[in-house]
């Protein structure tokens, strides 16, 4: 064999040996995603955007979303658009805009941690300043999305309706074992039954919903990770991979991004 049929033998051989997504899972597919101007909701974009998918991808203020718009120079397949995830304005003016398009996969990873480790939430030192922004955003924004895009995930061949919880949420979990981040944990805990109640609701239109922990992720606000922690990279290719494994059956559920379960 001469050297040159021997490179076009490992070049072949080498592109069967990488990962490809499924045809059926990535070939005219849409994406949604809130919350896409950093950390998990920027590696989500980013990585749609790499197996094929046509990303729409929100933000409130896209002109601020540097990262996110660099991403643009890279995959035309992804659209920026702005959306604050608790104005019904932003909301009905982008549903209109999409209005009879298929959405496949929506995300909902829009969210705010508060004063996280700050006395505001902790008992005692209370802010209930704080709560209604929170709530509106955590518990609230998931439920207006999904409704705003219902139409449009239902239109779609996958059906697939997700929303970025954490195990701080989880009772099973037993909320972190740590006190603290009351306004957090208690948006959390109502944004999943929120959605798994919608789950119950939308299972007669064969549409999907499910809760999707990421893990302890290293994203750009984790001041000092622990050695738990994993990339957005890591956290969210597990994430895509329960994405696509999900059937009607899993609706309702609470999956990690290793596909570990966990009861409410």
Do not use: C
């Given at each position: 064999?001469?050297?040159?049929?021997?490179?076009?033998?490992?070049?072949?051989?080498?592109?069967?040996?990488?990962?490809?997504?499924?045809?059926?899972?990535?070939?005219?597919s849409?994406?949604?995603?809130?919350?896409?101007?950093?950390?998990?909701?920027?590696?989500?974009?980013?990585?749609?955007?790499?197996?094929?998918?046509?990303?729409?991808?929100?933000?409130?203020?896209?002109?601020?979303a540097?990262?996110?718009q660099?991403?643009?120079?890279?995959?035309?397949?992804?659209?920026?658009?702005?959306?604050?995830?608790?104005?019904?304005?932003?909301?009905?003016?982008?549903a209109?805009?999409?209005?009879?398009?298929?959405?496949?996969?929506?995300?909902?990873?829009?969210?705010?941690?508060?004063?996280?480790?700050?006395?505001?939430?902790?008992?005692?030192?209370?802010?209930?300043?704080?709560?209604?922004?929170?709530?509106?955003?955590?518990?609230?924004?998931?439920?207006?999305?999904?409704?705003?895009?219902?139409?449009?995930?239902?239109?779609?061949?996958?059906?697939?309706?997700?929303?970025?919880?954490?195990?701080?949420?989880?009772?099973?979990?037993?909320?972190?074992?740590?006190?603290?981040?009351?306004?957090?944990?208690?948006?959390?805990?109502?944004?999943?039954?929120?959605?798994?109640?919608?789950?119950?609701?939308?299972?007669?239109?064969?549409?999907?919903?499910?809760?999707?922990?990421?893990?302890?992720?290293?994203v750009?606000?984790?001041?000092?990770?622990?050695?738990?922690?994993?990339?957005?990279?890591?956290?969210?290719?597990?994430?895509?991979?329960?994405?696509?494994?999900?059937?009607?059956?899993?609706?309702g559920?609470?999956?990690?991004?290793?596909g570990?379960?966990?009861?409410?």
């Amino acid at each position: 064999m001469s050297f040159r049929a021997l490179k076009i033998f490992l070049i072949i051989l080498f592109s069967l040996s990488v990962a490809k997504p499924n045809s059926a899972f990535a070939v005219n597919s849409t994406v949604l995603i809130t919350g896409s101007n950093r950390g998990i909701g920027l590696e989500f974009v980013r990585q749609y955007a790499a197996i094929g998918w046509r990303v729409i991808a929100t933000t409130r203020a896209p002109v601020e979303a540097l990262n996110l718009q660099v991403l643009t120079e890279t995959y035309p397949n992804i659209i920026v658009e702005r959306l604050d995830v608790t104005s019904s304005a932003h909301l009905a003016a982008l549903a209109n805009k999409y209005q009879g398009q298929a959405i496949d996969v929506l995300i909902n990873n829009a969210g705010v941690s508060g004063d996280f480790y700050g006395s505001g939430q902790r008992f005692g030192t209370l802010n209930y300043g704080e709560v209604d922004t929170i709530m509106n955003v955590n518990a609230v924004g998931p439920l207006r999305v999904t409704e705003a895009f219902y139409e449009n995930v239902k239109k779609s061949q996958q059906k697939k309706v997700l929303a970025i919880t954490a195990l701080l949420g989880v009772h099973s979990f037993g909320y972190g074992n740590f006190s603290g981040a009351y306004w957090y944990k208690i948006s959390k805990a109502a944004m999943n039954a929120g959605l798994f109640n919608l789950s119950r609701d939308s299972i007669k239109d064969g549409v999907i919903v499910a809760l999707l922990t990421p893990g302890e992720v290293a994203v750009e606000k984790v001041v000092n990770p622990g050695p738990n922690f994993i990339s957005p990279k890591v956290s969210i290719a597990g994430m895509i991979k329960v994405i696509e494994q999900l059937v009607i059956e899993d609706s309702g559920a609470i999956i990690r991004y290793n596909g570990k379960r966990y009861d409410f």
